[in-house]
């Protein structure tokens, strides 16, 4: 596996050969996206009849010179360039769910392959945003609540993406997960909660050698993103030692040529708007040097030339055509792993078609759509795509089975009592949640006929409950099938329905997959990326309007079990068609890692996977810290009656904590660490030892 930075950093002397041959306006133009204001702006208001990243986005390039042009493809469930092509693989937050960063890799490797079949070399699909509040529109694009599941995944697919050559970009850096207000907000946080909860997993990304990072629209202590020195200099480039190079969001992220310039932006995308023109009379008029100016081209090339090394060596290997049918069949077992099995009282699923239930009724809205998330900037133009109800419907020819949207309750209540079956598809869809689409950025924070924040409640739309209400008036066992980028509150409803799966926004292939799963032919593995409490107020107070707001050093499972409250269903969670045993607990330390192992048994009567999670507390700390938190995990596989070790590590500087008046971490080597090993974040499913 290539050390990037290593990699990258031993072609500074051919990239500082070319920056001392080029002219200033040569300079500049590498710094510079090439697209048509006029274009982008169209495209975004969707008046043009190509989409948004149709084709890959261009900056710089200077053949005569041997500088290659940076290529842009978006997208995090798949490439956008393109129509009717790429592969739509599960969100973000789905994938997130599988607790398998060896899948992500697959993914990204896939992703990678469509990157260059589109022409680009540049991907910007690693977003790793931290929801500090699942109401955020984007949450679906990033992995769950987690900082390390946050990390985990994200460097997965850094390391990914990068095999194949193609420049992983991470985003938005950083604070980014206010939607409605992300032009207007100053995001205010202690220097300890930055480090600890809202960059840990930027870095980790950084460390796995991502080229390129991409800036964010909101501002930080006051300073907008783009043109944030402490932000992008001082821990970036600084003490993070980030040899790749910084491009601003897309065209509102510069907001200053001299600024932004001098806080290490070296690039402005997709437009030249701050940077060209602008930038040279900067130069000349001496308000920007010129040496930093040459600080940032060295910085593009350098990473130009060493990723195009990597992809001109792959592209001589006669076997890297890009397999898009075997991307769809990845899209599917990663929809598999995913689902979630919230409740499955009386064991009511899977169904099983060899009795005599055989008339199905799927009941809602949303089960005959085309739901794969938002349509901002993340859509991708996929060749088809298989609808929950398809699914159901073409899982077996023996089956009956009704649909109906769910217009009239009386008749719900009729189908639903005459059927063997029902399921219910409930949630949201791109107008409900996702990117904030507007016609431009002074309207940008009010949210117009679709996406941004779930500003009035993250429960179900008075649409879903009138049906699942309606239906509990005649059954109490059906099935709920939830569709959604992040966690939707089910406490209302619940014990009024039978079973529950969370079905996120699963792809392109997520109809076949709920299918799998409801009927039997695959056992649910998916695990919760986030918490559901029982009630709203157990989360973080926001304002999806502020102009200031802070975030504070607790969230999510962390800030409920600081509050003494039981979630509804925790971090973590999932169920099975089977059942595991945890036993033999042992867990040991030496001087640089904390360890434990347990012995997993499946205890069922078929095969499936369960995820063991490994959380780390220190009481005995000199600072305040969360109960416990997620530090390692582990997906495997069981067949019935199976019984296997497994062993997880964390290294002990992994709990170090930010000291804020040394501006460092310190790890605390002489204190006593405990060690909870279970299968959701749950106090009650969690076996302790103190080491």
């Known amino acids: 596996m290539i050390d990037w930075k290593i990699y990258r950093m031993s072609y ?72 009717g092509i790429a592969t739509c693989f599960p969100v973000s937050s789905m994938r997130g769910a599988t607790f398998n960063p060896e899948l992500e890799e697959e993914i ?26 699942p109401g955020w529109g984007r949450a679906q694009e990033v992995y769950g609540e987690d900082p390390f599941l946050l990390g985990e995944m994200g460097s997965a697919l850094v390391r990914a993406v990068q095999s194949k050559g193609v420049i992983a970009c991470v985003k938005h850096f950083a604070f980014n997960s206010m939607e409605n207000s992300r032009f207007k907000v100053s995001v205010i946080c202690d220097k300890r909660a930055e480090r600890e909860v809202f960059l840990s997993h930027f870095k980790k990304c950084v460390d796995a050698g991502a080229g390129s990072v991409m800036s964010a629209y909101n501002s930080y202590l006051g300073e907008p993103c783009g043109q944030n020195q402490y932000l992008l200099k001082q821990v970036l480039k600084e003490e993070w030692e980030f040899d790749g190079f910084v491009i601003c969001d897309f065209v509102w992220g510069v907001k200053d040529t001299v600024a932004s310039v001098e806080a290490g932006l070296d690039m402005e995308m997709p437009i030249t708007h701050y940077y060209g023109e602008n930038l040279k009379k900067a130069v000349h008029a001496g308000k920007v040097k010129e040496q930093a100016v040459d600080q940032a081209v060295l ?52 169904i099983n078609c060899q009795c005599e239930r055989k008339t199905i009724v799927v009941l809602g809205a949303l089960a005959d759509r085309e739901n794969i998330g938002d349509r901002g900037s993340s859509q991708v133009y996929a060749p088809y795509v298989i609808t929950l109800l398809r699914g159901i419907v073409e899982y077996d020819a023996d089956v009956e ?23 219910i598809v409930a949630g949201n869809d791109y107008m409900d949640e996702g990117e904030c689409v507007a016609n431009n950025q002074a309207d940008v924070a009010v949210k117009k006929n679709e996406g941004g924040d779930r500003v009035s409640s993250l429960g179900l739309l008075e649409r879903d409950l009138k049906i699942i209400h309606a239906v509990a008036e005649v059954r109490r066992d059906a099935v709920v099938a939830l569709v959604g980028g992040s966690m939707i509150m089910v406490n209302e409803w619940k014990d009024e329905v039978g079973a529950i799966l969370m079905a996120y926004y699963p792809g392109m292939e997520g109809g076949k997959a ?47 079990n600081r509050n003494c409250v039981k979630p509804l269903y925790p971090f973590g969670f999932g169920l099975s068609y089977t059942t595991f045993l945890l036993d033999s607990l042992l867990a040991w330390r030496d001087e640089k890692n904390l360890y434990a192992s347990v012995m997993v048994e499946n205890t069922g009567d078929r095969e499936g996977t369960e995820v063991v999670q490994m959380y780390v507390g220190a009481d005995k700390s000199v600072v305040e810290r969360p109960e416990y938190i997620l530090k390692a995990f582990q997906k495997i596989r069981l067949k019935e009656g199976e019984r296997k070790k497994v062993v997880l590590t964390c290294p002990i500087n992994e709990m170090a904590y930010f000291d804020e008046k040394k501006n460092a971490f310190i790890t605390e080597n002489d204190i006593p660490y405990e060690l909870y090993i279970g299968t959701s974040s749950l106090r009650d499913d969690l076996q302790r030892k103190r080491v």
């Open 401 to 423: 089975v009704i649909y109906y949207a769910g217009e009239s309750v009386s008749h719900c209540k009729r189908l639903a009592k005459e059927a063997d079956v029902v399921i």
């Open 299 to 350: 910085r593009i090339i350098r990473t130009l030339l060493a990723h195009q090394g990597v992809i001109q060596d792959q592209q001589k290997d006669a076997h890297t055509k890009c397999d898009y049918q075997q991307h769809h069949e990845l899209a599917l077992r990663c929809a598999r792993e995913g689902i979630t099995l919230l409740k499955n009282q009386d064991q009511i699923l899977p």
């Open 108 to 133: 990204g490797v896939a992703m990678a392959e469509e990157v260059l079949d589109a022409g680009a070399n540049f991907f910007g699909g690693v977003c790793v945003n931290l929801p500090y509040h």
């Open 12 to 83: 500074t002397k051919k990239a500082q050969e070319i920056v001392d041959a080029l002219s200033l306006e040569e300079k500049i133009s590498l710094m510079s996206g090439s697209e048509i204001r006029e274009e982008v702006r169209g495209a975004i208001q969707k008046k043009l009849k190509v989409h948004y990243n149709e084709r890959p986005y261009r900056a710089g390039g200077i053949e005569e010179k041997g500088v290659p042009p940076m290529l842009f493809a978006d997208g995090t469930r798949g490439v956008v360039c393109g129509r």
């Open 514 to 560: 709920l299918a799998e799963v409801l009927f039997g032919k695959v056992n649910p593995g998916g695990k919760l990326p986030f918490v559901i409490p029982e009630c709203e107020a157990d989360l973080p107070a926001i304002d999806w309007d502020a102009e200031t707001f802070r975030y504070e050093y607790y969230h999510g499972y962390t800030l409920l």
